[in-house]
């Protein structure tokens, strides 16, 4: 049994406004040309398959219009589908009976009560598996199982949930079915874009151990951190990553699938895992790469500049440093930028505030979103005369973090 692993497809996302279903088309063709060649049996989308939890009709259908494609050329292929954080748990679940006709099996929510309802058993001539495909977690997912004496503990919640369901796929396994655990979450250890990936977890932890993934696991196919890598140096818990950079601080990652490939000898499983690199459609520039040079110099980067070897405008941002006094910047950058074919993606003030620390202040109000919101908090608490020094008050961190869990689950209503 072949199984393809994906994740974090960010449908409907706007790169600094320029639309991205150009892409996220090239990238299905390719995927589908991937999923024919490579004979696969079983695809794994690992939560995130959409940018917003309301996105536009145009990326459902794009959806849609893959697993029909994907159908078509492959009709024996499973596929197994996850909410991410960014994804409507609701939203996701509406779509399950149509997409059953296409041997499509979607799950939006975890429910304490009923574990067993995020196990997928499948069992035809190509894929024999016991799945758990648990779709990110929300506080509100996990109440019951998140209380100790200390109050509610998030990551017990996340802890147990797991447990559960993974005795529910283990139960009635036979010995040669494989057991694939699905997730959508920040295990302990793995590598964070900085700029494009919601902080998950609510309460102070940033991260959860992959111990709480069943040991009779064979292969864990995560999602969320767009950066692909192994979790706990082992080759059978992945992130596949993002298939093309969903940030500028993402543009040197090596975007892949994951192919796991499973052999069964003597009633015994056997994996290996091999990455598969996804061409990237568009490239993503940021200049200077460096420190900050005069507006002068960074213009003769831009000038110089060498598009010939693009089939496609690439994306280009430019930082400079705020304190460049030259009041023309946006004319000499304007300038630089006649005549090239590039998606420009705005100017990146970046301010020094110490010998050993910058940061960036950015002048389009589109990057806001990125930002954490506890990191806006400690900002303000420094900028603030009369807090100056101060660290957050715990109460008001936690504070914090209920108000952003209440509107996140408002969003998914």
Known sequence: MKVLHTSDW??????????RAGEHQQFFNWLIDTLVNEEIDLLLVAGDIYHTATPPASSENQLYQFIKNVKKRCPALQIVIIAGNHDSANRIMTAKPLLAQFDTHVVGRFDANNPDDVVIRINTDTVNAHIVAMPFLRA???TTLSNTENGQDYAQGIAKAYQLSSECALKNKPVATPLIIMGHLHAKGGDISSDSERNLIIGGEESVTAQIFSEQANYVALGHLHKAQQVAKSDTIRYSGTPMPMSFSERHYKHQVCIAEFTITNQQIAVTVNPLYIPR???VILLPEGECVPAEQLCEQIAALDLSSYSQPPYLRVKLSAGDTDT??????????????????????????????SSAIFEDLSQVEMLNPQTLLEQAFA???????????????????????????????
């Open 10 to 19: 960010h449908l409907g996302q706007q790169f600094y406004e320029h639309h």
């Open 140 to 142: 509100s997912d996990v």
């Open 281 to 283: 459609t568009a490239e």
């Open 328 to 357: 023309t910047f946006r004319e000499q950058i304007e300038k630089a930028l006649e005549n090239k074919a590039v998606n420009f993606c705005g100017i990146e003030r970046v301010r020094q505030t110490n010998k050993q620390q």
């Open 383 to 413: 900028n603030n005369k009369d807090m100056a020094g101060q660290s957050v008050p715990e109460e008001l961190k936690t504070l914090l973090n209920a108000v952003i869990s209440e509107l996140t689950e408002q969003e998914q209503l």
